[in-house]
């Protein structure tokens, strides 16, 4: 199949070797980081409704920004946060984090403080997967997770 020239996501290129749909390198809106976007529409070409969700992420708004940060610190506060304490500076692990790459955060935005990138956002159909390099934790993903276009998960993927 040909690819697909969009006029703000550039070149839609499909993967010869998978069923994947990939633009370059764009900027995500207000995250600020640079990341591909995948879309994962099957055998066909990808429909208008992933185009325009591949275009909404593109063009992040700062509100939509605030909004992803809630959900994660949510899941910072309440689980990742207490799962990784107890290996801070550990030896047994291969890169632990240190006591200040988990600090307590009480605000949305101050989640970004431990945050260095982003990977691919990946959307396949009403699914879309937000992750992301986080400072305490380079081998495992911060993920947050829509399904249907309703929060499915947040949570340390990898």
Known sequence: ???IIHPELGSITP???????RTEPLKMGA??????????PGRRKPSDEEIAAAVKIHQASPEYRT???GHMLKAYQESIRSEYLPIVDNPRYKNP????????IHEPNG???LITGMNPVVIEG???NLSFITIFDREH??????????LHEVMMDG
Request: glycine share 2%; proline share 6%.
């Open 126 to 128: 009403e699914n879309l």
């Open 97 to 104: 984090p240190k006591a200040s790459d988990l600090p307590e």
């Open 31 to 40: 995250f600020g980081y640079t990341a591909r976007i995948l879309i994962w």
């Open 67 to 69: 909004e992803i940060a």
């Open 1 to 3: 199949m040909d690819p």
């Open 141 to 150: 993903e911060f993920v947050v997770r829509f399904e249907n276009n309703e």
């Open 111 to 113: 989640i970004w403080n």
């Open 15 to 21: 993967d010869a070797h998978s069923q994947e749909w």
